[in-house]
């Protein structure tokens, strides 16, 4: 009884980390305009300014950004608009998947706010783990923002990658990994639940006997 409730468990982890690691799977959310407008710019160019947030970086910083965007091996594609809980898509890396889709040009498609958090997404690409989150350190500026997005550029540039679209989560190390541990978590509670059921039924039978 136990092992078979570990069993089923265990198999119910994995489905579910397989279809949580899979985009292929998930329903795909519409394409939205903010993706289209940026993807239009994007189709010739590495960075992409929504007009709203036009004058927060200056035509240095930009020029700098777009020149080794274009350098770096895989590219780099850099988006920079407002955060907006009314755009359409509920995560960043459903609007950058959507833009890489829209230009059809594989790479690191970086999300950048003008003072909030930066995300980032291989689009077209699989590689070695790479990823940029989180703000700048200390009071944000143009000035700090363009050099730490220049350093993870500069990091990036380099890195080991082979065309195609990755179905799997970096966070656990690609789709293998993803399956691995939602195995593992399936089989740890698998077992956790068929322990408390054996005492379960160790309990009626006891009850029963005493009877």
Known sequence: MGMLITLVVAVAGGALAWRLASPAVMPEPPVTERARAAAAVLADAHVYVDPSVDGVFT?????????????????????VWPDSDQAGYGFSRDVLRQI???TGRPGVYLEVSPGEDVDSLDVGIEGEYF???????????????????????????GREYTLGEDTGSDYWGGTGGTITAGLLIGG??????????????ALVRRRRAAA
């Open 100 to 102: 890489g889709a829209e």
């Open 59 to 79: 035509d240095q910083e930009l020029a700098r950004l777009e020149d080794a965007a274009a350098a770096s091996d895989p590219q780099v594609f850099v988006v």
């Open 131 to 157: 990823s940029v989150f989180g703000a700048v350190d200390g009071a944000w500026s143009s000035a700090a923002e363009t050099a730490r997005l220049l350093d993870e550029i500069a990091e990036n540039d």
């Open 188 to 201: 740890f509670s698998g077992i956790c639940a068929g322990v408390l059921g054996l005492i379960g039924w």
